[in-house]
């Protein structure tokens, strides 16, 4: 069993509206139209002054619970969507680590699953604690990202990338949060750059999302009428709309709140929306909820987690 | 009656400026026909297709409810104009 003992985020106060961003990312009037009208984005977050250490340290500080237990961390996994992202030799993982008193621990990087990597995460702490023979040991999930570059910043037609953090502490069990399941359905044949084959993803992502939802509900034995909630990534909104007409959920129980005012915060995505959740009070003890993740790029991957709440 | 004959000479007009502006988003040197299949024909992707609506938007002065719209009623250019033609309004 894995369960989430604790959940923080970090979201810098700066935000920029996406007709700032248009000359930079080369969207022309009609592109950030349709990304206000349809995608339902209007700004995201960034730390223009900040780096990638900042941010993560921000999640780490908001996350309280880790306190008085960073020896039983065993495991820090950082869940990123991008392979690089700091120039050689900076590493904001290992210096976070020493920072924090968590020098002691295994830290490593999860990637190659996009913004699918932090279900990875999640899943590979869960299993490298359960097979720990210390008492009680614990990981550190980390996620977030600087979007300094073109491909870091705007997905195209899609998605524009902001800036934040999510640190998640995970335990063998739990009083809240616990996986039932997850599935992950990892697509090579989506992997290039040429137009048919980012044609054949968008033709086929609901399917294959649809299917990897459809699989984790049933690893988990439940049905999506059960399901209180759902924690999406942040891609738009239009998708989300369309995946809920597939599934037959209501997009009123989506938390699609962070969408339009932070934009698609990588692979923190999911810690945020839960941040919101339960703020908002759409998890009540007992409920159950889906995460779900789409990770595009080179290849593509489907992911979803069934939680108890 | 006369909404039929409202939506059928909206359709016409969709189709008109639809078949125009797909030679110029998607850059083709070879014209569009109203029987042409959008995605496996001619490669529109999902948010050329959101950049063609709100072009058709401006151009013909209407404003399209895309909430029900989906791959089904986007095979070809003639089904996405038979949409349109029935889930839009003058702006």
Redesign the interface.
Known sequence: MTALRAVATYLPAHRIPIEDLAGKLDLTP??V??FR??HGLSQVAADPGGTLLDLLRGATEALSELRGRERQVRYVVYARAFPVVAPYPENALDDLCRAIGLDHAIAFTVTHQSCASGLLAIDVAGRLIDADDTEDPLALVLAGEKAFTYDSQLL???SIFGEGAAACLVGRDGPRDRLLAYACDVRGEYDGEL??V??GF??EYRTLLTAVIRTALDRAGTTIRDIAAILPHNVNL?SW??LC?ALGFPIGNVVLDNVGTLGHVYCADAFVNHRTALARGLLRPGDRYLVVATGAGHGATFSAMVFEH | MDDLQTTTGLRERVVDAMTELLVRILRRDAPVTESMQLMDELGLSSSLGLELLLELEEELSIQIDVEELDNEQMHTVGDLATYIATHSIPQ
């Open positions: 009609i592109q139209k349709m009208r349809y195209p037609g899609t137009s048919e980012a044609a968008q033709r239009v709309q369309r007409r």
